[in-house]
């Protein structure tokens, strides 16, 4: 059974930069797309962005400036930094795993493992 | 469009069916794929490649699409189905990814 954890601090001041890691156990990083997703309080799912086990990314338009998401296969880990927060980014962040592949139906693509999230808030 | 959109608020009476729907363009080519997210839990795959489930979710849980709208429907809702919901897809670009904003279900 794949499992996933996110890690990181609860708490970042603003303008600093936030940074989690996510750690893949029971299966292999590789040979997958890895995402990360944002809940702020009281509100809906944010996809961030995903990381093939290769190192190409994909990020939300609205916080490509700011998101820089990276694998590390020989730790089974994946992270992800966000920029110059603000407390519009206290959300809980979720880490999950992004089944993708085409056939000849079409792309498919979905969620199947999460992680069970952390809270990141920010303030000074 | 770019956005997927879902009605904020449902209710079914205990034991009834309900719909909830998602629409959008990216919904016309790639599959939507629906989430349950319990209050303090994170969100649970129901339905995927429009009406797949995984192991373990109950047959009440269906998926359908026609056109730019896909469709969880829950058939003779439990107590126990009061959650969030949320569809996934694409934009209308097909280039990034998407979530509804999700609708709250209550059972009556």
Request: aromatic content about 12%; charged content about 15%; proline content about 5%.
């Amino acid at each position: 059974q794949v499992q996933l954890q996110e890690s990181g601090p609860g708490l970042v001041k603003p303008s600093e930069t936030l940074s989690l890691t996510c750690t893949v156990s029971g299966g292999s990083i590789s040979s997958y797309y890895w995402s990360w997703i944002r809940q702020p309080p009281g509100k809906g799912l944010e996809w961030i962005g995903y990381i093939y086990y290769s190192g190409n990314t994909n990020y939300t338009p609205s916080l490509k400036s700011r998101v820089t998401i990276s694998v590390d296969t020989s730790k089974n880990q994946f992270s992800l930094k966000l920029t110059s927060v603000t407390a519009a980014d206290t959300a809980v962040f979720y880490c999950a795993r992004v089944q993708s592949y085409y056939d000849m139906s079409g792309p498919h693509e979905f969620f199947d493992y999460w992680g069970q999230g952390i809270l990141v808030t920010v303030s000074s | 469009s770019s956005e997927l959109t879902q009605d904020p608020a449902v209710s079914v009476a205990l034991g009834r069916t309900v719909r909830i729907t998602c629409q959008g363009d990216g919904v016309r080519t790639y599959y939507a794929s629906w989430y349950q997210q319990k209050p303090g839990q994170a969100p649970v795959l129901l339905i995927y490649d429009k009406n797949n489930r995984p192991s373990g979710i109950p047959d009440r849980f269906s998926g359908s699409t026609s056109g730019n709208t896909a469709s969880l429907t829950i058939t003779g809702a439990q107590a126990e189905d009061e959650a969030d919901y949320y569809c996934h897809s694409r934009d209308s670009s097909g280039d990034h990814l998407l979530f509804g904003g999700g609708t709250k279900l209550t059972v009556l």
